[in-house]
C-alpha cells in the first residue's frame, strides 16, 4: 500500500493532512524558489509558476526516497502565493515587508493560488505525475493599527504566503473566502483526492494504510 509523502516543511499542511486522516511521512525539498521563478520570468502565468514550484517540490525529495527504503510511495508537493493587483506575493520574511503588504491587502479581496503536484513512485522510479492548481478568493478585514502590528510582532505573517494565515492568528482578519479552506492553509483537499485518483490511489487506501477504517 502507497506511502504517502508531504514534500514540504510547512506544519499547516501537515495539520490539514492529519486532521483528514492521514499521517504521511515529512521530507523537506531544497528548491530555491526564486530562482525557479525567475527562470520562468516575469510574464510568466501566476497560476503556471505556483504548480511548477510544486513540481519541482515534489521532484526534488523523489532520489533520496529510495535510500529510505520506500518502493511505493505518493508525493504531493505544493506551493502557495497571493495574487493582487496582478503581482504575486510569498512570503514577506521581514515585518516591513509584511507591513507594507497588509497596508495593500486591508479591506480588499485577493485571490490565493495553490499548486499541487503528486507523484507516484515505485523502486525509485517516478511511473504517474499530476499537477494542477487551486484558486480561492480571500477577502480582508481593515485591522487597526494596535491589532497589526501585534499580529506583526508574533511573527506568524513573515513565513506565510501573502503574510496571513486563516487556521491561526491571521484568521482575525479574513472576513471571507470564495473557495476551499484548505487550499488557503496550504493543501487543498478536494483537489488533492482528484489528483490521488489519477495516480491511482484513493483517499479509502490512505485511511485504511492509517488503520482510520
Known amino acids: 500500500m502507497s506511502q504517502l509523502v508531504l514534500a514540504s516543511a510547512s506544519p499547516a499542511r501537515l495539520a490539514v493532512l492529519r486532521a483528514a486522516g ?12 526564486d530562482a525557479v521563478t525567475e527562470k520562468l520570468g516575469p510574464d510568466a ?3 503556471h509558476v505556483v504548480t511548477v514550484l510544486a513540481e519541482a517540490k515534489a521532484a526534488e525529495i523523489v532520489p533520496g526516497l529510495r535510500a529510505d527504503g520506500l518502493d511505493d510511495v505518493v508525493v504531493v508537493g ?3 502565493m497571493l495574487l493582487i493587483d496582478g503581482t504575486l506575493q510569498g512570503k514577506p520574511n521581514s515585518v516591513d515587508v509584511a507591513r507594507k503588504r497588509w497596508a495593500k491587502m486591508a479591506g480588499r479581496s485577493a485571490t490565493l493560488l495553490t499548486g499541487h503536484s503528486v507523484l507516484r513512485v515505485l523502486d525509485g522510479q517516478i511511473v504517474r ?12 478585514a481593515n485591522p487597526s493599527t494596535e491589532d497589526l502590528e501585534a499580529y506583526l ?3 506568524e505573517p513573515l513565513q ?9 492568528l491571521g484568521g482575525w482578519f479574513v472576513e ?11 493543501i487543498g483537499l478536494p483537489l488533492l483526492r482528484t489528483l ?16 482510520v477504517l
Open 176 to 186: 471571507r473566502i470564495e473557495g476551499d479552506p484548505s487550499s488557503v492553509i496550504g
Open 22 to 33: 492521514v499521517s504521511p511521512l515529512v521530507r523537506v525539498s531544497g528548491v530555491d524558489e
Open 160 to 168: 506565510v504566503a501573502g503574510a496571513f494565515t486563516l487556521d491561526s
Open 196 to 211: 490521488l485518483e489519477r495516480v491511482g490511489v484513493s483517499v479509502s487506501q490512505l485511511w485504511r494504510s492509517q488503520s
Open 153 to 155: 510582532a508574533t511573527g
Open 78 to 80: 505544493c506551493d502557495s
Open 129 to 140: 505525475a499530476v499537477s494542477e492548481h487551486s484558486a480561492t478568493v480571500v477577502h480582508f
Open 45 to 47: 502565468d501566476p497560476a
